[in-house]
Each structure stands twice: as C-alpha cells, then as structure tokens.
C-alpha cells in the first residue's frame, strides 16, 4: 500500500491501535482487575468476608438449594421463544421447566460457591440443539443459605464480563468486538518491532525529562517491548478460548455433521449417555460417588478437593454424575473427571489423561484464566495488565503530541478530538470504577436492586467524565495540555481514599484489622492498592501541573520540571 | 500516508478483515477435516486447527497491508479461502 514493508507496518500500527487501542484500554484495565475479582467480590459484599469453602454435602446442602432454583426470567424471556416451537403447543410456564442438568463450581478463593441448573425446553425447534434454559445461585456454603441476586459481584460479575464482552450482549457483538481488538492487538505488536529500526537501543532508552513526545514513546516502547511476550501470549489465548465456539465455529456450522458424528461414537466409546433414556430413575448419594471419586485421585497419588460437579440427564435413568478434581495445582482449570451412574453410583469411566493437543490448549487457556493457585504470578499478571494498559496509554499520549502542533496551525481538532477520548479511555476509565465501588459502600446494604445503581454510577460517571474531556479540551488546540488530564487525576486521588475510608467506616474492616489483628488480605490488598493509585495519581496529577505552567510560561523555559520525586506521594 | 489513492485504505482493510476471515475460515475447515480423514480425534484436530488458524489470521491480515499488490490479495484470500470451504465440504460428505 506504501512504499515499503516498514512503512506499511507503521500505518497499520498507527490507525488500527489507535482505533482498537480505545477498546484495548478497557480489555487490559478490567482483565487486570479480573485477575483479583473473587477478592474485588469480598469487598463489595462485605457478609461474604470469610475464608475460601470446600466443595460442601451435595446430598444435605447443595440438591435442596438446586430443587429451589428457577430459570432466569431474562434468559426464559430471551431464550423461550427461539428454542421453542410454539406451533405443537403455547410457551410453557417459566416454574414448569423441568431440571436437566445440576452443576457447582468452586475454586481455592472462593468462600462462596456458585451453582445452578439447565433447564430443558419442551417441543424444541431443533431436538438435535442444546435446548437449555439456565438460572442460578451463589450460596454460603457453610449453612446453604443464598446471596441475594441483586447484590452484584462487582468483580467477577461486572468488571470480569467487561474484560472480554464490554457488556455488550446483544448477538454477543461485545466478544466479537474484543476479538477484532485481540487480533489487531497481535498485529499492532508485530507491527510495533517492525516499524523500529533500531529496535534494541530503543528498547532501553527512556528519557522521562525531555519533551513529552519523546519520553512518550520511550514509555511505549519500554512497556510494549518489555512485557512483549506477555501482551502477545495473553491477546493470544484471549482468542483461543473464544475461537470454537464465536471467531471460527467450523465445528458447530459447516461441519457439524462430522461433529456430531464423533460425538455419538465418543459417547459410544466413553459410555457416558449423550442422550437421556426417557424413563424416571432417582438419584443415589453423590457425597458417595465424591468420596469414591477422592479415593481414586488419591491412589493416583493427586488427592485433591472437588472443583466441579454435574450431575447429567437429572432424573432419567441415563443420569450420570461427573466430578472433577480442583485445579488448584494444575494450570487446567478442572480435571481428572471420575463418572458415575446417577440412580446407583456405579462407576461409569474415569478419564484417562488428555491427548497432547488438548493439553497444550489447555495449557494455555487455563494460563490465561488462572484458576489455580500462585499468588506471585497472579500479582505479576497484574503488572503485567497494567504495563499494557501504560503502553496503550502512552501510544494515545504520543499520537496526540505528535500532531497537535500542526493541527494547532493548520486549525485542524483531530488531535483535540483524539486526546479528550484519550482522557476519558484513561483517568474516565478510572473514575468510573472507583465511582461503582464508592457507590458500592454509599448505598444501603438492603437497598432494592442494589446492583443496578452501581452500574449506573460506573456509566454515569464515565459519561461526566467523558463531558468534562471535552469541555476542558480547548487549550489542546494551541497545542497545549488539556487540564481534565491534571483534574481527573485530583478525582482519582479523592474517589480512592474515599473508597478505603468508606469501607472502613460501613464494615469496620479498616486496614489495622485487615492486615494487623484480623488478617483478612483479600480486603487489606484492596484498600491498599486503592490508596497506592491515590498516591500515584495525585503525583501524576503534580507533574502534570508542572508541565502546565512550563507551557504558559511566558519565558522560554527550559527549566528541569518541578516537584520531581516528591516522595511524601511516591 | 497522505499520498494514496482513497480507495486504497478501504479496499485493504476489507481485503484484511474479511478476506482474512474467509482464508482463516477455509484453513480450519479443510485442517480439521483433513486431520480427522487421517484419523486424529475430531476434538484434537479442532483445537490444533484452530490455535493455528488465528497465526494464519495474523499472518495474512499483516500480508494485506503489506503486499505490492492487492489484487493478488483478493484472489488469494477469497479464492484460497472458496477452494478450501468447498474442499473441506467434500471431504466431509467422504468422511460421514
């Protein structure tokens, strides 16, 4: 398209990340929250403030509380209509569905367990589709007693969702959207080597006091080449776990008549049931099969708890139950499942080890989603979220001051237009989440579909943010730095401490109790990273007040920037 | 990056996204039915198909931008993309 290879490279890397950059922004932030988001649930909901739960009785606690669950009204609204065929009778009642499949899933870091049925739809469209309608329920494990549904789990219920959907659920676009980003963020890395000549001595060039534009790309290069292999592998199995069932469904499209032809001779050879007998059996006692299902992990030598659990075909003889070992000590998420006939709990199968394509892709999808326990690489995880979201940031920050001196004269807004999105994809992006967490402890516990107002306070006040970028942008056309930079870093300061002094005051878990005399470290390290953001955007807020009385001062100046290493906020 | 004929910017990035997608499509078609015709399992041949698929997606989406000439890329991606759909439709049919 251009002249040569490299220049081609820096067209694409330019327009493409700055385009896909907004979104990748949003991607990294959250999926760096995501990495700690049963920890964010615990201090959003405070009465769940206790420590992670094994897999309880399935027999005394867990069937009780599945026997209560109901399809979920959206997803019946939704779903009823498109998987039914109302020619042979009218929609069902939501409460008539009939259970089809139980399952319960924990993990090491969880106090409370998420569990729920698929309900199966009568007179299905298609009898060949999984016609299943979903509703379900998170429960203290210790007395079986549910969570409110409208509490949200801020953690793994909206900012986890953000991270690959954006919670756009229509058609699934979201996930579609991400995706795209995804794959432009590998093309954006690769392109990102080429375009650099010198890509070595860049890489360990940083020159924080020169101008803006220069130590702009000095951090755009340090923070992409640096965490290179870890942006590249995580934008990577981003997509792998997606691809089968939303980027290439091959599988379930164009060949689906070899599918399901391996399918039938896969349940064939394992001697699982794939379809349900018709006839009525009862259920034997699944504590039973889970400690036979213990015993054979243990003379494996790999004793380990319960992760998951499901019991199939619920109520038909054809009934088998499933439990899978926890992957606290193995990068796959569940595994080394043992079978069991449901209405005897005879052994069915135990799955011997997987082949070496589905480990390897095991391998790197159970990387990405980290289920298994390593609280340093987990904490590296985190750095290395955060160092893609300062590389995505600094190219915004590069792409602005890179232009807006010509624009300034040409009385072109491209680049205010580009830098006042930029603020609200940075600091906005932040406002916005530590606005949901204080609202989280403003509002009363008890308050009716509490969950909700949290959402509209993240939206809510990512939108102002959003206006105040705009409103503030003027000086960016005299090629100047817009304020909202310097003052949404203030609000970032303030909505922080706000949050860790709110939490102390709603719970009375304040960080001397948290870390001191009732180590809770899921909330401390909360609290503690809230305030060490506070500490880092007030200081970024003074450097950036700095370079704003450089520019307006009427002297030529070129004096070192001010306020450098203040250590009272590092 | 002023100088290019206008049309030239859209045409690539069709040429990119969707003629990328319709070769990425007809590589993991025709991978996973050729892989299960030399019997691997379907779920192996799948997962191994697909994993390498989204390099091919990368590899060609970047080929895209940076090809002298873009007709060459139309013809390869779209009809690349065609033979292998249909291929990998007539092995199937073989298979099943």
């Not at chain 1, 060949?255 to 001697?271: I, Q, R, S, Y």
């Not at chain 1, 319960?306 to 619920?314: C, D, I, T």
């Amino acid at each position: 398209m251009l002249q040569n290879f490299r220049l081609s490279m820096t067209w694409l890397h330019t327009w493409f990340g700055l385009v896909l950059g907004f979104v990748l922004m949003v991607v990294f932030f959250f999926g760096s929250l995501s990495v700690f988001d049963r920890e964010i649930d615990r201090w959003a909901i405070p009465q769940t403030r206790f420590e992670p739960q094994p897999m309880p009785s399935f027999d005394t606690l867990l069937l009780p509380g599945l026997r209560q669950v109901q399809p979920d009204p959206d997803e019946f609204a939704r779903e009823a209509p498109r998987l039914i065929d109302t020619t042979q009778a009218p929609l069902p009642a939501r409460e008539s569905l009939e259970a089809d499949e139980y399952w319960a899933y924990t993990t090491h870091r969880d106090p409370v367990l998420r569990m729920g049925v698929g309900f199966k739809v009568p007179n299905p469209k298609d009898p060949s589709a999984h016609n299943h309608i979903h509703g379900e329920v998170t429960i203290d494990p210790r007395s079986g007693t549910p969570l409110r549904a409208d509490q949200l789990k801020i953690g793994s219920e909206f900012f986890y969702p953000l991270h690959y959907s954006l919670h756009l659920n229509w058609n699934s676009i979201g996930i579609y959207i991400v995706g795209f980003a995804a794959l432009v963020m590998l093309a954006a890395l690769v392109s990102g080597v080429v375009m650099h000549r010198k890509f070595f001595r860049e890489f360990f060039t940083f020159r924080p006091k020169k101008h803006t534009q220069r130590s702009a790309l000095d951090l755009h290069n340090l923070t992409g080449v640096l965490a290179l292999p870890f942006h590249f592998f995580f934008a990577f199995t981003g997509l792998a776990i997606f691809v089968s069932f939303y980027f290439l469904p091959v599988a379930h499209t164009q060949l689906k008549p070899l599918h399901d032809h391996h399918e039938v001779m896969e349940a064939a050879a394992t001697g699982l049931p794939h379809e349900a007998a018709g006839v009525p059996a009862g259920l034997a006692s699944v504590d039973a099969m889970v400690q036979e299902a213990k015993r054979r992990w243990a003379a494996r030598d790999m004793a380990g708890e319960v992760g998951f659990l499901v019991v199939s075909h619920v109520g038909d003889a054809n009934s088998y139950v499933s439990v899978y070992r926890a992957g606290s000590d193995q990068v796959a998420l569940v595994g080394q499942g043992v079978h069991f006939k449901a209405s005897t709990g005879e052994l069915l199968r135990e799955d011997p080890p997987r082949s070496a394509v589905g480990s390897v892709n095991e391998f790197l999808t159970g990387l990405h989603l980290q289920h298994f326990e390593h609280w340093l690489l987990r904490w590296l995880y985190v750095l290395g979220g955060l160092m893609g979201c300062v590389c995505i940031a600094s190219g915004f920050v590069f792409f602005v001051e890179k232009r807006k001196k010509q624009h300034a004269r040409a009385g072109s807004a491209g680049s205010r237009v580009v830098d006042a999105l930029a603020v609200t994809t940075v600091t906005g992006m932040l406002i916005a989440t530590l606005s949901m967490l204080v609202a989280n402890r403003l509002l009363p516990a008890d308050l009716a579909g509490k969950g909700d107002w949290e959402q509209l306070a993240f939206w809510g006040s990512w939108l102002l943010a959003m206006a105040h970028a705009f409103v503030r942008s003027a000086p960016v056309a005299q090629a100047r730095l817009n304020p909202a930079w310097r003052e949404q870093c203030w609000a970032i300061a303030a909505l922080a401490v706000a949050a860790v002094l709110l939490n102390g005051l709603t719970t009375g878990d304040h960080l001397l109790k948290t870390v001191f005399t009732e180590t809770y470290w899921a909330v401390a390290s909360m609290d503690l990273s809230l305030l060490l953001s506070a500490a880092v955007a007030s200081f970024a807020a003074r450097r950036l007040r700095a370079r704003e009385r450089l520019e307006t001062a009427p002297a030529p100046a070129h004096r070192a920037a001010p306020g450098a290493g203040d250590a009272a906020h590092a | 990056m002023h100088r290019h004929h206008p049309t030239q910017v859209p045409l690539r990035m069709a040429a990119a996204v969707l003629g990328g997608y319709a070769f990425t499509w007809g590589f993991s078609a025709l991978g996973i039915a050729a892989l299960v015709a030399l019997g691997a399992d379907f779920e192996d041949a799948e997962a191994g198909t697909l994993l390498l698929a989204l390099l091919v997606f990368l590899g060609v989406f970047l080929w895209a931008f940076a090809a002298r000439r873009i007709a060459l890329v139309w013809l390869v991606l779209a009809g690349g993309g065609a033979l292998m759909t249909v291929s990998a439709w007539a092995l199937q049919r073989l298979i099943v």
